[in-house]
C-alpha cells in the first residue's frame, strides 16, 4: 500500500506517525467486514477514515451513507435509520425507507454514535447481530446487509458506566478500534496544514499565499487546537483574508512572523494566551491595546500561580523542564533564518520587568475600581481574584478608603 498516495487521494495532510498507524489500521479492517468504532476529538476527520474503510472493502462498489446521530431529531431517529410505514405517527402520510434500507449491500457510517437514545441503541443491536429490524408502526421483520462504522468524540467506555451507552452494544462495536490523534498531538504536521489552507484559499481567491517564519510556526504550533483540522482551517482562511493581498507578477507570497501572527491568534475564554513572544522589537513597536492584552495575559498568569501554590499548601513546586522544540517539517523553498523566538514564562525576573508588570496591575485594579465606583466585591469578580487579595493589590491612593 501506498501510504502517500491514499493521503493525495482523500486529503489527508501528516507525517505523525500515529496518524500513519491509524491510516495502515484502517486499510487492515476494510476487507473483513467487522463493524469498526472510530475514536477522536470533533474536527479530526473521522469520516476520511470512514470512507476510506469503505472504499478498500468489498463494499466499495455499493451505497456509502454518513448520518450524524447527534442531529437526528429524537422523536425521529428511528424513522430515520429504520424507516417507517404510512400513518405510523402524525405526519407519516407515507411510507418511507430508512438508512440501513438504503443502504443495503453498502456502508453505513454512523458519527456521534453516543448521542443515539438508549431505546435506538437496543434496535441498532439487533441489526448488527442478526441484520434483522423494523420499520416503525410495522409488525414485519425486514433485513439488511449493512456494513456499520460507528465514530464518536467521547469516552464511551465512560458513557456505559453513567448508563448513557449500552455496555453490549459497545462490546460489540469496540472489537475493531482507530484512534486518531488530536491536533496537539501532531505538531509537527500543524505548518504542512496551514500551508495546504492558505495555498488552496489563496488559488480559489486569486491572493498571496501566507508563509510563517520559524518563530511564528513556533507560536503556531504551541496552541492547543481544540477544534482540530476543522479550527486550523477556518483560522488559516480567516488570517489569509485579512493579511494577504492579491497576487501580482511581482507579488506571490506574504511571510509573517510571530509578532505580526500573535494578534490573530485564536483566544479561549478564561485562558491565558498560548504564548508570550520576545522579539528584536522594543516594546513601542506593540500599540497601546496589544500592551494592555500581553500585560492582562501575565496578570492574569500570576494569579493562577497563585492560586496553585494556596492549594500546594505551600509546598514548593518541581522546577518545570526545560522546553523543547520541534521543528517544523518544510516543503518547498519557505525555509527562513530564525527572526525571533517564543519564550515560555520564567520563574525568575530582573527588576524592572517585575516593577512594569505590578505597575500594570495597579493599572488594571484602577480601571476596575473605576468601572464600579469602588465596589471592591465587584471589581475582584472583574479580575478573577478574591476581595482579600484585591485589598492586599490595591494601589495606594486606594488603601485608605
Request: charged share 30%; hydrophobic share 35%.
Amino acid at each position: 500500500m501506498d501510504l502517500q498516495a491514499l493521503k493525495n487521494k482523500y486529503d489527508i495532510i501528516g507525517n505523525d506517525p500515529v496518524l500513519n498507524e491509524a491510516l495502515e489500521t484502517a486499510v487492515k479492517f476494510a476487507p473483513t467486514g467487522l463493524s469498526v468504532l472510530i475514536q477522536g476529538e470533533s474536527g479530526v476527520g473521522k469520516e476520511s477514515f470512514a470512507r476510506i474503510i469503505h472504499q478498500f472493502s468489498t463494499r466499495r462498489q455499493n451505497a456509502f451513507f454518513a448520518v450524524n446521530c447527534g442531529a437526528l431529531p429524537r422523536e425521529l431517529v428511528n424513522s430515520e435509520l429504520f424507516g417507517h410505514v404510512k400513518g405510523s405517527f402524525t405526519g407519516a402520510v407515507e411510507t418511507r425507507k430508512g438508512y440501513f434500507e438504503e443502504a443495503d449491500g453498502g456502508t453505513l457510517f454512523l458519527d456521534e454514535i453516543a448521542e443515539l437514545p438508549l431505546e435506538s441503541q437496543a434496535l441498532l443491536l439487533r441489526v448488527l447481530q442478526s441484520g434483522e429490524y423494523r420499520k416503525v408502526g410495522s409488525n414485519k421483520v425486514d433485513h439488511t446487509d449493512v456494513r456499520v462504522v460507528a465514530a464518536t468524540n467521547v469516552h464511551l467506555y465512560e458513557a456505559v458506566k453513567r448508563g448513557k451507552f449500552r455496555e453490549d452494544l459497545y462490546f460489540r462495536l469496540s472489537a475493531a478500534q482507530i484512534r486518531i490523534p488530536p491536533l496537539r498531538d501532531r505538531k509537527s504536521d500543524i505548518y504542512l496544514l496551514f500551508r495546504k489552507f492558505t495555498s488552496d484559499f489563496s488559488e480559489v481567491n486569486g491572493m498571496c499565499k501566507i508563509s510563517l517564519r520559524p518563530d511564528a510556526i513556533r507560536l503556531l504550533e504551541q496552541y492547543r487546537w481544540p477544534g482540530n483540522i476543522r479550527q486550523l482551517q477556518g483560522f488559516t482562511q480567516s488570517l489569509t483574508a485579512q493579511v494577504s493581498v492579491k497576487v501580482t507578477p511581482t507579488h506571490q507570497r506574504i511571510e509573517l512572523g510571530a509578532q505580526d501572527l500573535m494578534p490573530f491568534m485564536p483566544r479561549e475564554e478564561g485562558e491565558p494566551i498560548p504564548a508570550l513572544y520576545e522579539g528584536p522589537q522594543p516594546s513601542s513597536a506593540f500599540n497601546a491595546d496589544e500592551r494592555q492584552a500581553v500585560f492582562k495575559a501575565i496578570f492574569d498568569l500570576k494569579q493562577e500561580v497563585e492560586a496553585l501554590k494556596a492549594r500546594l499548601d505551600r509546598r514548593s513546586l518541581p522546577a518545570p523542564p526545560a522546553p523543547v522544540e520541534e521543528e517544523a517539517e518544510w516543503q518547498g523553498q519557505d525555509e527562513m533564518p530564525d527572526q525571533g523566538s517564543i519564550v515560555h514564562m520564567e520563574p525568575r525576573e530582573n527588576p524592572e520587568e517585575s516593577l512594569s508588570v505590578r505597575r500594570k496591575e495597579e493599572d488594571l485594579i484602577r480601571q476596575a475600581l473605576e468601572k464600579y465606583h469602588g465596589n471592591r466585591k465587584k471589581a475582584a469578580e472583574e479580575l478573577g481574584m478574591s476581595e482579600r487579595t484585591l485589598y492586599r493589590k490595591l494601589p495606594p491612593e486606594y488603601r485608605k478608603k
